[in-house]
């Protein structure tokens, strides 16, 4: 099984299109080799909706045509090729459709939802590696999912553009299974709108409180900005060619720019070729200010050679 397709309704999951019993279903595949990551979409996302089925869309190996084209999420991470140890796929389903508010709302009840997948699958094969992989408001669900398990239970999250606080990614690093987990914190100056209009429409947990699109200084965490020409540079050096940003503002550069599914595919197939302490030293220490991408100057055309001024 290459893909599990799993939906939260409420704080409970169940198998998309499928009566069987999620619970039965995971244990038949725990102890599978490779390991497990789980996929999460954001924002207007909708399980079943006639449009915007993720299921469909971003988690499908074969993903429906849509207006603009998204790449496959699996097959982009190494699912779907036939091999014995290539691991289980889970598409993590969820309604994030209404509101900004209701969506975030949503993403809580989700979260605990995840946490009983990566429970059950953890409890039955504690030494199989599990991941996540989230966009915007998934990586809410991440967060939210580590204050309900046990340490180890989840090896790596990779956050993609997350629409989260930074005091709500501390906390949720600050628990039993967040202290044992890594967080690769992706952020781009080409989401700063995105990341003003999450303060702006919701209410943050502190005073002050800026987006993870700001950075996010723990001690297991490292934010890799992937529009910094330094950080793609050095990533490119390790093997992992991303292309460089085409628009100023976009919310889904962090995975339909060329090469960066396939980098988070290495991040967590071959967490050795990239430790988390490695990358937070060769990385750009101060990553550039919040509207510096929509503001910077265009650069201009070279002058004339004299010879043709005259």
Not at 36 to 61: A, D, E, N, T, W
Not at 64 to 87: I, T
Not at 169 to 197: I, K, M, Q, W
């Amino acid at each position: 099984m290459a893909v599990l397709r799993i939906n939260a309704v409420g704080a409970d999951p169940r198998l998309h299109g499928s009566p069987a019993k999620t619970e039965t279903v995971l244990e038949q595949v725990a102890q599978d080799s490779g390991p497990v990551i789980l996929m999460v979409h954001g924002y207007k996302y909708q399980p079943y909706h006639s449009k915007h089925c993720p299921h469909r869309h971003l988690f499908s190996l074969d993903p429906d045509h849509m207006p603009w084209k998204a790449p496959s999420w699996p097959r982009q991470l190494g699912f779907g090729l036939g091999h014995d140890d290539e691991g289980l796929a889970i598409a993590f389903g969820w309604d994030a459709r209404g509101s900004l508010v209701q969506a975030q709302n949503s993403a809580v009840a989700a979260g605990r939802a995840m946490a009983k997948v990566i429970g059950h699958l953890h409890q039955a094969n504690p030494a199989r590696p599990i991941h996540i992989i989230g966009h915007s408001l998934g990586a809410d669900i991440a967060f939210e999912a580590l204050h309900h398990l046990p340490a180890n239970a989840v090896s790596r999250i990779v956050s993609l553009t997350g629409a989260t606080y930074q005091s709500r990614a501390l906390a949720a690093l600050d628990t039993a299974a967040g202290r044992t987990v890594e967080l690769f914190n992706v952020t781009s100056r080409e989401n700063d709108p995105y990341d003003y209009l999450f303060e702006l429409l919701t209410t943050a947990p502190v005073r002050g409180d800026r987006a993870i699109g700001q950075g996010l200084m723990a001690r297991n965490a490292v934010t890799m900005q992937i529009d910094c020409l330094k950080t793609l540079g050095h990533l490119a050096t390790r093997g992992s060619v991303i292309a460089r940003p085409q628009r100023r503002v976009c919310h889904w550069s962090s995975y339909t720019r060329s090469g960066t599914l396939r980098f988070y595919k290495r991040l967590m197939r071959k967490p050795e070729t990239f430790p988390l302490v490695c990358l937070r030293n060769d990385l750009p220490a101060q990553n550039d200010s919040r509207w510096s991408r929509i503001f910077a100057p265009r650069p201009r055309p070279a002058p004339l050679p004299v010879w043709q001024q005259l």
